[in-house]
């Protein structure tokens, strides 16, 4: 098989990567829940590389992203529920109703603002229109938070889960009450990491997080613009690390942890500059 600039080959791919006996055994394996992560971190890399201004590796990125959606189509496929030219036919007939002023109505002298409005009606209809077809169940109670979106990075829809929640009564009065939560919620991953139980562990970790943006939220912190700056302060004190052992001819791999802890230490005091572009903390 031959790499080709028509859709059909990709997806000939995935087929072929998810055909049981003959295909790859890690891709056989995969549901949407476990491919999930990569599509959203995919995402994360094409914004990256556009915030870099590299075209070269947004294509690639593009590329990757283009991957996600077609690994989950082959998978719909497979359960008969539905294939990527349903994929394309749904977008572009949402593209088109949502262009009136392009496709239909040839108005070639509307303004900025009259698309915006339009835009925002025929979304407004589109969602009244999936909320009738679901069933009387789905539609019967609406949620204080239905309105956060449920596609908002995890760190994000935290935070605008706990302040919608928060508009009616239900927070916290004081960011220390917070803390002692997060105390609480450590010790219970304490507990499950006793009895072993990773299912558990999971949930509990993500409980701590979960009161961890609280925190950050009642001290007026951005978790996700706080997470970066401690990511780029720790990669910048484990460049610190490699450079100080490269200078005694030493490699990462040969060091104990005590050499790297003690020189983890020295870098927290030391004067190591971020580079350009990044947060510093």
Not at 113 to 127: D, F, H, T
Not at 195 to 222: C, Q, S, W, Y
Not at 242 to 269: F, I, Q, V, Y
Request: glycine share 4%.
């Amino acid at each position: 098989m031959t790499p080709s600039r028509d859709i059909s080959r990709l997806i000939e791919i995935m087929a072929a990567l998810r055909t049981p006996v003959t295909g790859c055994p890690w891709d056989l394996v995969q549901n949407f829940e476990t491919i999930a992560p990569y599509t959203i971190e995919e995402a994360y890399e094409v914004a990256d590389a556009i915030t870099r201004g590299d075209l070269d590796d947004l294509r690639e990125e593009l590329g990757d992203l283009l991957l996600q959606v077609v690994y989950h189509a082959r998978m719909a496929e497979e359960q008969n529920a539905f294939a990527f030219g349903d994929v394309v036919e749904a977008i572009t007939r949402k593209m088109i109703r949502r262009h009136p002023h392009v496709f239909a109505d040839k108005d070639g002298n509307i303004q900025p603002a009259g698309v915006k409005s339009a835009w925002e009606r025929i979304k407004a209809e589109e969602k009244a229109e999936r909320a009738a077809r679901r069933p009387p169940e789905d539609t019967a109670h609406k949620s204080l938070l239905a309105s956060v979106k449920v596609g908002l990075p995890a760190l994000t829809r935290a935070m605008e889960l706990q302040r919608k929640a928060s508009t009616v009564g239900f927070d916290w009065n004081d960011p220390r009450a917070v803390l002692a939560k997060i105390r609480e919620e450590a010790d219970e991953i304490e507990a499950a990491l006793d009895r072993n139980d990773k299912v558990e562990i999971a949930e509990e970790t993500g409980d701590l997080m979960f009161a961890l943006v609280n925190l950050a939220r009642h001290v007026d912190a951005d978790p996700e613009t706080a997470l970066r700056a401690t990511n780029a302060k720790f990669e910048r004190r484990f460049a610190y690390i490699e450079k100080a052992l490269a200078a005694k001819g030493r490699s990462l791999e040969r060091a104990s942890l005590e050499e790297m802890d003690a020189l983890w230490n020295e870098a927290k005091t030391a004067v190591v500059p971020a580079k350009a572009g990044t947060h510093t903390a």
